[in-house]
């Protein structure tokens, strides 16, 4: 059951890796999607953030392979699967459906992102670091500001918010995310360094544009390196 588990995953990895070669690119919701036109929003990090992605998807299909076939049986890597499965399944089809719907997109990256951290939250990081919780901290961190930066480019887009505000909203509830999961797996500092990541971006996009987002966007960073810090001592 657990070798099947294992093969299971490694095909949606796979899917989700070949992904981006079979689907146009994503370079962001269509502003045409909505009623307000914000191009670009606050809330999206700078573009050369999205280079994480190859370093994603290479690490998450790694751990696939050696799962099944050095730790097809092993019920620490088990434990990881089925959510894990889960958001790589979904990112299989998000590229497809976010290039359609904004809303549907916005619904199916925090599934991705629920599977994907809870995947962390069950990774063991006494066992093979670099292989078991490793990837799946990468993945759940930038899928955390994923999430956030889709919901906030929706509430801005359909006017809920300001863009502004929508920003800080969605950068205030991406830390307080970051800062609950990271503060659960104290030795595996790559999903908070990941969201830090993510906020660099924002600070990069919004440099002379949009202050209070950009201090907003540097106040998570310092927040964020505190924890890492603090929960590790």
Same mark, same amino acid.
């Given at each position: 059951?657990?070798?099947?588990?294992?093969?299971?995953?490694?095909? #949606? $990895?796979?899917?989700?890796?070949?992904?981006?070669? /079979?689907?146009?690119?994503?370079?962001?919701?269509?502003? !045409?999607?909505?009623?307000?036109?914000?191009?670009?929003?606050?809330?999206?990090? %700078?573009?050369?953030?999205?280079?994480?992605?190859?370093?994603?998807?290479?690490?998450?299909?790694?751990?696939?392979?050696?799962?099944?076939?050095?730790?097809?049986?092993?019920? #620490?890597?088990? @434990?990881?699967?089925?959510?894990?499965? /889960?958001?790589?399944?979904?990112?299989? /089809?998000?590229?497809? &459906?976010?290039?359609?719907?904004?809303?549907?997109?916005?619904?199916?990256?925090? +599934?991705?992102?629920?599977? =994907? +951290?809870?995947?962390?939250?069950?990774?063991?990081?006494?066992?093979?670091?670099?292989?078991?919780?490793?990837?799946? #901290?990468?993945?759940?961190?930038?899928?955390?500001?994923?999430?956030?930066?889709?919901?906030?480019?929706?509430? %801005?887009?359909?006017?809920?918010?300001?863009?502004?505000? !929508?920003? &800080?909203?969605?950068?205030?509830?991406?830390?307080?995310?970051? +800062?609950?999961?990271?503060?659960?797996?104290?030795?595996?500092?790559?999903?908070?360094?990941?969201?830090?990541?993510?906020? /660099?971006?924002?600070?990069? %996009?919004? =440099?002379?544009?949009?202050?209070?987002?950009?201090?907003?966007?540097? @106040?998570?960073? $310092?927040?964020?390196?505190?924890?890492?810090?603090?929960?590790?001592?």
């Amino acid at each position: 059951m657990m070798k099947s588990n294992a093969l299971i995953l490694l095909l #949606a $990895t796979f899917a989700f890796g070949v992904a981006p070669f /079979v689907t146009p690119p994503f370079t962001g919701y269509d502003p !045409a999607l909505f009623p307000i036109r914000i191009d670009p929003p606050s809330i999206q990090p %700078a573009g050369y953030a999205f280079a994480i992605w190859s370093v994603i998807y290479l690490w998450l299909i790694a751990h696939a392979v050696f799962g099944l076939w050095k730790r097809g049986e092993d019920p #620490a890597w088990n @434990a990881v699967r089925l959510p894990l499965t /889960v958001a790589v399944g979904m990112g299989a /089809v998000w590229l497809w &459906i976010a290039g359609h719907s904004a809303i549907w997109g916005t619904i199916t990256i925090w +599934i991705m992102a629920g599977g =994907a +951290i809870l995947a962390f939250l069950r990774a063991d990081t006494g066992v093979d670091r670099c292989m078991l919780s490793g990837p799946t #901290a990468i993945f759940a961190g930038w899928l955390s500001a994923a999430s956030a930066v889709s919901t906030g480019v929706f509430i %801005a887009g359909y006017g809920w918010l300001g863009d502004t505000g !929508a920003a &800080i909203v969605m950068l205030a509830l991406v830390l307080g995310l970051a +800062i609950a999961v990271q503060w659960q797996k104290p030795r595996m500092p790559v999903y908070g360094l990941t969201v830090i990541w993510a906020l /660099v971006g924002v600070i990069v %996009a919004n =440099a002379g544009l949009n202050i209070p987002v950009a201090l907003a966007a540097g @106040a998570g960073i $310092t927040l964020m390196a505190l924890t890492l810090v603090a929960r590790r001592a």
